[in-house]
């Protein structure tokens, strides 16, 4: 028995995982590829591999429901108040009279498609007016969308949850207290929600600032050593979720949520050693939660549901329900016509929906509301379907309204002194995207001179961070002359551009990089060659060599410019003929072929074909 037992913990981190690992390989949205290893796991054979109730027991949904408080702290900790400046009216109309709009149209569509019972209809539309952070997130790395419309779906899909869960909540207990022999009475309903509303405002808010506040005096005082600060926030926030859920339920999500907001937007704490270690642990939540979701559900239950009103009613949300819900909540907006169609284009749902439509439909069907077994299957059915359209469909859609880069080869250059400024016109000149980044006046008002894009300020600092546009840019090159400040931009960088995306000029000689306070993998990629620092640079272009444009053809090769140039060549880029930019590194030789553009330090003088 134990082995048994063991034998599906394993099978769940290992199908969890792996589908992770193999929706990237594919380029395909992760929630996906986990759906398909847990209907496989569970429904097609549910006897033999995964069966959850079993495994868990009574501990499943509130594993679940701690999980689910657990991937909201992680997402509170990414908003950033400075990202509502402009969007701010449009996220609170989504959150509230776009919340609102969706429940009543998802009310109305589910009564004429599926033909269920109005009281059943008003709990999935009151569920389905969540959408799916843990879809979303990753959509908006893989996309790249331009600052609003990549501000917007955050913050609502992060903040709709709560909202969601809350309003499924009040339409659960009027359903669940008000069942009678004429259905259920909702004269009560007004009542139940002012009361409700109030109760989650006081549980989930007091204990979210509660819980922040104690972090945050922790820290502070150093009250709590380094290695103990990821599970002490771990810690806190459960505690926060369980005693906000104690005094009203699903308030645990409003506490989770406004905890990890309140830490993300405090001045005097850096949160993020905490942010990265929630990061994963979101991942393996995410993993587990929809292997184990999916794994309950049964071939009987989706064999009950009406194909036709099934289809009928996921058209109904992608088409009427979306595109009215964002019109609505972005008149009077900033919002160009392209940004709002493709708002209109976003909505897939999550773990949020799939978690709360799991625990209500098992309480309902227990009350003996007909067809309330039906609940979960559809929500697994829109699941599949909005995040099947959304994924497939987003990158060409976002491409066609031209509000993204879904493969960004534009540059973020720290530096704008000569070596940067040489070397971002060289790109720029090839159609790649450079921006530049420094904090000396001079520098910056030479680069605007040149007509390069650029930035004021520290390549360090958050708001740079923040308030930087970097769609269309997808790699960091910090050329300082500064190894340290070089090391901690990668390291700073690495969490928006992936850690193979970031690269940085290597140490002056006679300097030791751990001597130097940075490991190796505490950094970012060692650009060019080993003596190719700062100094040198700055030494060549002072003796008049130049970045050099070279195509590379049958009839002239790398080795032919080299013996043009006397060896004399730095290969610093590659261009290849699909106008893909490779950045040269000094961890392995890659010799730039026929057919391909060349970016390349020379000296000045030589006669060479290009």
Not at 15 to 30: D, H, I, K, N, T
Not at 304 to 315: D, H, K, M, S, T
């Amino acid at each position: 028995m134990m082995e048994h037992i063991l034998a599906q913990i394993t099978l769940v981190l290992l199908l969890g995982v792996g589908s992770q690992w193999l929706a990237w390989r594919l380029r395909l949205p992760s929630i996906l590829m986990l759906l398909v290893a847990g209907f496989v796991a569970g429904p097609v054979t549910y006897h033999q591999w995964i069966n959850p109730d079993v495994l868990f027991g009574d501990l499943l949904m509130p594993l679940v429901s701690i999980s689910v408080g657990l991937i909201l702290f992680e997402g509170g900790l990414t908003l950033k108040f400075r990202e509502l400046d402009e969007i701010g009216p449009v996220v609170i109309r989504l959150v509230t009279i776009g919340a609102a709009l969706t429940w009543g149209l998802s009310l109305l569509l589910a009564r004429w498609c599926l033909g269920w019972d109005w009281a059943l209809c008003a709990l999935l539309g009151a569920i389905l007016t969540v959408t799916g952070p843990t879809v979303i997130m990753p959509l908006l790395r893989y996309l790249q969308p331009n600052r609003q419309v990549a501000f917007t779906l955050k913050w609502e899909g992060i903040m709709i949850d709560p909202v969601g869960a809350l309003l499924a909540l009040l339409v659960f207990e009027t359903i669940h207290h008000g069942m009678g022999e004429h259905g259920v009475q909702w004269t009560q309903f007004p009542i139940h929600a002012a009361v409700g509303f109030v109760k989650t405002m006081l549980a989930g808010g007091v204990t979210g600032v509660a819980g922040a506040a104690w972090i945050y005096f922790f820290y502070k005082r150093h009250w709590v050593p380094e290695y103990l600060h990821s599970p002490f926030a771990l810690m806190v926030a459960v505690l926060a979720f369980t005693g906000a859920n104690y005094f009203q339920d699903e308030a645990g999500l409003l506490a989770t949520t406004a905890m990890g907001l309140i830490l993300a937007n405090q001045k005097k704490l850096d949160i993020r050693h905490i942010l990265a270690f929630k990061e994963n642990l979101r991942v393996l939540l995410i993993s587990v939660l929809f292997i184990v979701l999916s794994a309950r559900l049964t071939l009987v239950e989706f064999s009950a549901l009406p194909v036709g009103g099934v289809i009928l009613f996921l058209l109904g949300l992608l088409l009427i329900a979306r595109p009215l819900t964002v019109w609505v909540s972005c008149l009077g907006s900033s919002l160009k016509g392209n940004e709002r169609l493709f708002l209109s284009w976003m909505a897939p749902r999550g773990i949020v929906a799939a978690a709360v439509a799991s625990v209500f439909s098992m309480r309902l069907a227990e009350d003996g509301l007909a067809g309330a077994e039906l609940l979960t299957p559809v929500i697994f059915v829109v699941i599949v379907g909005t995040v099947l359209v959304y994924g497939l469909t987003a990158a060409p859609v976002a491409r066609y309204l031209g509000v993204s880069s879904p493969d960004p080869q534009g540059v973020l250059i720290a530096g704008a002194h000569p070596l940067g400024r040489h070397l971002g016109l060289a790109l720029q000149a090839e159609g790649f995207k450079v921006l530049m980044l420094d904090n000396n006046r001079q520098h910056i008002n030479l680069a605007r001179m040149d007509d390069l894009a650029v930035h004021y300020g520290s390549v360090l600092s958050d708001e740079a961070f923040d308030e930087l546009d970097l769609s269309g840019i997808g790699s960091l090159l910090a050329l300082t002359p500064n190894h340290r400040i070089n090391s901690l931009a990668a390291i700073h960088f690495s969490e928006l551009f992936g850690r193979t995306s970031v690269f940085q000029l290597p140490d002056q000689p006679g300097k030791s990089q751990r001597t130097d306070g940075f490991a190796e993998g505490l950094q970012g990629r060692t650009l060019f060659a080993g003596k190719a620092h700062y100094a040198f640079f700055e030494q060549r272009l002072a003796a008049g060599y130049l970045i050099k444009r070279t195509a590379l053809t049958e009839n002239f090769s790398f080795d032919d410019l080299k013996e043009a140039h006397g060896q004399d060549v730095l290969p610093l880029c590659i261009i290849t003929e699909s106008r893909k930019l490779q950045i040269l590194t000094v961890e392995k030789e890659n010799l730039p072929k026929k057919g391909q553009v060349l970016l390349s330090l020379v000296p000045l003088g030589n006669t060479a074909r290009a």
